[in-house]
T-cell receptor, first 113, second 117 residues
Framework: GQNIDQPTEMTATEGAIVQINCTYQ??????LFWYQQHAGEAPTFLSY????GLEEKGRFSSFLSRSKGYSYLLLKELQMKDSASYLC??????????????FGAGTILRVKS | DTGVSQDPRHKITKRGQNVTFRCDPI?????LYWYRQTLGQGPEFLTY????????KSRLLSDRFSAERPKGSFSTLEIQRTEQGDSAMYLC???????????????FGAGSRLTVL
């Protein structure tokens, strides 16, 4: 079975730092992704982790611990435009050709001034 | 290349009607995915193609749903005898990938929103 859990909603203040957690249980693992999705729009790629550790990309960083089945997305210097849903997804190959992303329900982040 | 295109963006239909959505992926991408997303949920995998071959189909997909990618380029997703529970955003995504290892970064289209009355 496959299970991906993340908090439903979070609120943070403009300029602050926020950490969005994701835990997963999948039968296979070929990497973990974070996507950002603004209301009514397509998900857009933010980060990819396949090895343990921290990947930094500008104001966004993503961390992975494979042994714990845990990841987090760290957003620094929050801006109002960061208000969006943040989707955690695992690439979980099961079949011979299987390569599909399994998504969590998403965390709605509200940034307030 | 303008990215992944989906058409129509919005479709309102009556229960029992058939609908078809089209997806034009990024031209050099060999893999094409269909996902469904309802309000407050993440995208749910439906099916995917590598070139023209449909390699996997979700067990949740009823036989009212069919997808094709006849020439390995654009794809269509047809829903027959629509039900109110089919109301959702249907997302198409594409990527270029060979084999199972390596990053599988999907580029999503803006989606086709279906409302079944």
């Amino acid at each position: 079975g496959q299970n991906i859990d993340q908090p439903t909603e979070m609120t943070a203040t403009e300029g602050a730092i926020v950490q969005i957690n994701c835990t997963y249980q999948t039968s296979g693992f070929n990497g973990l992704f974070w996507y950002q999705q603004h209301a009514g729009e397509a998900p857009t790629f933010l980060s990819y982790n396949v090895l343990d550790g921290l990947e930094e990309k500008g104001r966004f960083s993503s961390f992975l611990s494979r042994s714990k089945g845990y990841s987090y997305l760290l957003l620094k210097e929050l801006q109002m435009k960061d208000s969006a849903s943040y989707l955690c997804a695992v690439d979980a190959p099961e079949e011979e050709y299987g390569n599909k992303l399994v998504f969590g329900a998403g965390t709605i982040l509200r940034v307030k001034s | 290349d303008t990215g992944v295109s989906q058409d129509p963006r919005h479709k309102i239909t009556k229960r029992g009607q058939n609908v078809t959505f089209r997806c034009d992926p990024i031209s050099e991408h060999n893999r094409l995915y269909w996902y469904r997303q309802t309000l407050g949920q993440g995208p749910e995998f439906l099916t995917y193609f590598q070139n023209e071959a449909q390699l996997e189909k979700s067990r949740l997909l009823s036989d009212r749903f069919s997808a094709e990618r006849p020439k390995g380029s654009f794809s269509t997703l047809e829903i027959q005898r629509t039900e109110q529970g089919d109301s959702a955003m249907y997302l198409c995504a594409s990527t270029f990938k060979v084999g199972k290892s390596g990053a599988n970064v999907l580029t999503f289209g803006a989606g086709s929103r279906l409302t079944v009355l």
